[in-house]
């Protein structure tokens, strides 16, 4: 299969590596990489009616309500071509309107790549994350800080501490993934399209912990 028809989830609790992930892959493969979060946080910087009615639930660090996500994806999910969905679903009821929009568009799903950590490292990584919320590139002040505090490598441009990654937040957010989105392991598990990967790991062997288990379920013939 050629690399541009991988269509992913990646799933997995907050801080896990979804994002740094979706961000390698997007580069190594030219797939189109959605996440809800960024596209969420985009709403709400630019004080969209759709921003507005979800800055309460980011900043609570609830879940969006389904409708408002799924509306989102359904204008956004692309006909043409791979993906990554960092983020989405994130309930049965998400995962259930995503089967149904690839349903309609005649499109299967490679792979939900199941994400692995311990919650004490989840709530370190993400304390200590630092994010260019232009590209979405991530740096974290202890495992891969940037050359210069508070400044993008890449661009130049200033890192920010995400206003939902303060601890008590992280604790919810910890709490609403075990309760609301755990359930879609078995989900994906039933239907087949699991591979696990275990994020406690370095960030290069997580990458090449997911090629191998896309070359395994034949979603990958390159290296
Ligand atoms: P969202 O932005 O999706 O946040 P999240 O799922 O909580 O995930 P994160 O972005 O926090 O973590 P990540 O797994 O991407 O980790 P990262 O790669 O950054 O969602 C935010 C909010 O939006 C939600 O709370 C909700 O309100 C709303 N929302 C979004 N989607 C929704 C949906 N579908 N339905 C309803 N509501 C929705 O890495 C974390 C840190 O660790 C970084 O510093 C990184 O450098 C470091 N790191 C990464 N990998 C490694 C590694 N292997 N070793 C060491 N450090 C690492």
């Given at each position: 299969?050629?690399?541009?028809?991988?269509r992913l989830v990646l799933l997995?609790?907050?801080?896990?590596?979804?994002?740094?992930?979706?961000?390698?892959?997007?580069?190594?493969?030219?797939?189109?990489?959605?996440?809800?979060?960024?596209?969420?946080?985009?709403?709400?910087?630019?004080?969209?009616?759709?921003?507005?009615?979800?800055?309460?639930?980011?900043?609570?660090?609830?879940?969006?309500?389904?409708?408002?996500?799924?509306?989102?994806?359904?204008?956004?999910?692309?006909?043409?071509?791979?993906?990554?969905?960092?983020?989405?679903?994130?309930?049965?009821?998400?995962?259930?309107?995503?089967?149904?929009?690839?349903?309609?568009?005649?499109?299967?799903?490679?792979?939900?790549?199941?994400?692995?950590?311990?919650?004490?490292?989840?709530?370190?990584?993400?304390?200590?994350?630092?994010?260019?919320?232009?590209?979405?590139?991530?740096?974290?002040?202890?495992?891969?800080?940037?050359?210069?505090?508070?400044?993008?490598?890449?661009?130049?441009?200033?890192?920010?501490?995400?206003?939902?990654?303060?601890?008590?937040?992280?604790?919810?957010?910890?709490?609403?993934?075990?309760?609301?989105?755990?359930?879609?392991?078995?989900?994906?598990?039933?239907?087949?399209?699991?591979?696990?990967?275990?994020?406690?790991?370095?960030?290069?062997?997580?990458?090449?912990q997911i090629m191998q288990a896309?070359?395994?379920?034949?979603?990958?013939?390159?290296?």
């Amino acid at each position: 299969m050629s690399p541009f028809a991988l269509r992913l989830v990646l799933l997995g609790p907050p801080g896990a590596g979804k994002g740094t992930q979706a961000l390698l892959l997007e580069k190594r493969y030219a797939l189109r990489r959605i996440s809800t979060g960024d596209l969420l946080r985009r709403h709400r910087a630019d004080k969209t009616p759709l921003g507005m009615e979800a800055q309460p639930y980011m900043d609570h660090g609830d879940l969006v309500p389904d409708p408002i996500v799924i509306g989102m994806m359904e204008a956004d999910l692309p006909r043409e071509n791979g993906f990554i969905l960092d983020g989405f679903p994130r309930t049965i009821a998400q995962a259930n309107a995503l089967g149904e929009m690839l349903r309609r568009l005649e499109i299967p799903l490679t792979a939900a790549v199941l994400f692995s950590a311990e919650r004490e490292e989840l709530i370190r990584r993400l304390t200590g994350r630092w994010t260019n919320p232009r590209s979405g590139k991530v740096y974290h002040t202890l495992y891969s800080p940037p050359k210069v505090v508070g400044v993008d490598d890449e661009d130049g441009g200033p890192l920010v501490q995400r206003a939902d990654d303060t601890l008590e937040t992280v604790t919810n957010r910890l709490d609403v993934y075990e309760r609301d989105t755990r359930p879609l392991i078995e989900f994906y598990d039933t239907a087949g399209l699991l591979v696990r990967v275990d994020a406690m790991r370095s960030v290069d062997d997580v990458t090449a912990q997911i090629m191998q288990a896309l070359r395994a379920v034949g979603g990958l013939a390159v290296s």
